[in-house]
């Protein structure tokens, strides 16, 4: 069945109001009729099977029905990536997403290949309707926050916020995750951080260390950038215990 975000705003009681790129959805692709039922989530994470009551040119209103249980994880996974070049960053966001992830932070460092420019603003949009989609398709229960892209130093800033800083450095030969958090049970805050095709230094690295990350290793085998950010989710949600239904 398919799932659909809608804001405050466009709920009066329990009826809600789908327009715009949704309407166009489910009128144009889904050609959904009247009776039909479809799953809304608000923005704050509750959701609801809702039926389709009337259907005009370029609205959809729906009656809010039962609620339905979230799919989002009892633990806190943040990830924090360095850009990638062409359509590799906009993979990671959409896996990211459908792994649960719950913010993305990207970031440029000293070998951040590619950098912010004047149509940061245009892509940052093209990258909320990306991570919007994903959360949509893997019915997850709240869109993942993406963060406009970080300095490297603005970055370190952020660590206080969290119970374990995980950094994934290919330089890394001696500890992997397993050392350092199993499935407990307990909530807990992570940040994951992975770097941009040319790495991070060893005094970014160094830098990270003294603000409160662990280095781990993802394996001995070297992995693309875009792979290693996708991998590190992976592990991590399977250490916590996420990977269970």
């Known amino acids: 069945m398919n799932r659909f975000f809608y804001r405050g705003e466009q709920r009066d009681d329990e009826l809600v109001r789908l327009h715009g790129e949704d309407a166009h959805h489910l009128l144009r692709v889904l050609r959904v009729a009247v009776g039909d039922d479809v799953e809304l989530c608000e923005e704050n994470g509750l959701c609801h099977l809702a039926q389709i009551t009337t259907i005009t040119k370029d609205e959809v209103y729906c009656v ?55 149509k940061q603003a245009k892509r940052h949009q093209r990258w909320q309707k990306i991570v919007r989609s994903a959360a949509a398709q893997s019915r997850r229960s709240r869109i ?17 916020a969290y119970d374990y800083i995980f950094l994934f450095w ?13 499935a407990d049970g307990q909530a807990a805050r992570i940040l994951l951080l992975t770097g941009p095709e040319g790495g991070l230094s060893e005094g970014e690295v160094q830098g990270a260390i003294n603000a409160g990350a662990t280095v781990v290793t993802l394996g001995p085998r070297i992995l693309r950038a875009e792979t290693a950010a996708v991998t590190a989710v992976v592990i991590t949600m399977f250490q916590a215990g996420e990977m269970r239904r």
């Open 64 to 118: 809010l029905g039962e609620p339905l249980p979230s799919s989002e994880t009892k633990t806190t996974v943040d990830l924090a990536f360095g850009l990638l070049k062409g359509e590799k960053t906009e993979f990671v966001l959409q896996k990211a997403t459908e792994l649960g992830v719950a913010t993305l932070l990207p970031f440029f460092s000293e070998r951040t290949v590619s950098r912010p420019d004047k």
């Open 144 to 160: 993942p926050t993406v963060s406009l892209p970080y300095r490297w130093s603005e970055l370190m800033q952020q660590f206080s």
């Open 170 to 182: 290919e330089a890394e030969h001696q500890y992997s995750l397993t050392e350092f958090m199993h």
